[in-house]
C-alpha cells in the first residue's frame, strides 16, 4: 500500500512541476495585463509645449512677446482602467497555479509521513509487527489516504482553471478559435467528469480513481 501511494505521488509530483511551469510561463504575460497603462510621453510634450505657448502675450506698441499671462496647468492624463476581462484571467491563471503547487507541496509532506512510517520496521519479529500495525492503525486515523486522494483533485482543478482562463483569453481575441477551443474543453471535461462519477452508480465499473474509492 505504501509502495503504491509512493508512485503515486511520484507521478503527481512531476505533472505537478511540469505544470506549474507552464502557468507560470503564462502567468508572467498576463499579470502586465493588471498594471494601468502609462501616459503616451509625446502627449504629456504636447501639452507642455500648449501650456507654454498659452502663456504667451503680445503687448503693442512694439509687438512684444512675453508671458507675463498666469500658466493654467493641464489636467493629469487618465490612466485607462484595467478590464474585467484581465481580471478574470489572471484570477484563473494564479489560482490555478495555486492549486498546483498546493498538489506538489502536499505530496511532498506526504512523502515525508510515509518516509517515517516504514522507518525502523522492517523484519518478521512479533515487535516489529505491533509497531507496523500501531503505524497503520494511526495512518487510517489520522486519513492519511484521503490526504493522498486529494492531490489528483488539485491538478484537475488547476486545469480546470487554466482552461477556463484559456477561454477567457480567446473569447475576447477571436470567437472563432474560442469557439473550437471551448468544443475541445468541453468533451475534456466531460470525459473526466463522467469516468469520475460512473463508479459511484455502477460498482462494476473499472475506471476507478482515488476520489471514487
Known sequence: MVKRWKEEIDTLLVYAGLFSAILTAFNVQS???????SPDPTLAVLQQISLQLNSFSVNPPGALVNSTHPVTPFAPIPTAPVEAWAVW???????ALICSLASAS????????LHEYEAGISGTS???????????????KWRVAEIIAILPVLLQVSLALFLAGILVLLWHL?????????TLISLLLSFVVVTTVMPVFWRDCCYLSPPTY
Open 89 to 95: 484571467l489572471n484570477s484563473l491563471w494564479f489560482s
Open 106 to 113: 502536499i505530496g511532498i509532506l506526504v512523502k515525508q509521513w
Open 174 to 182: 477571436h470567437p472563432t478559435v474560442a469557439s473550437v477551443a471551448s
Open 31 to 37: 499579470y502586465i495585463l493588471l498594471q494601468p497603462s
Open 126 to 140: 512479533v515487535e516489529i509487527a505491533r509497531l507496523r500495525q500501531y503505524r497503520l492503525n494511526h495512518l487510517e
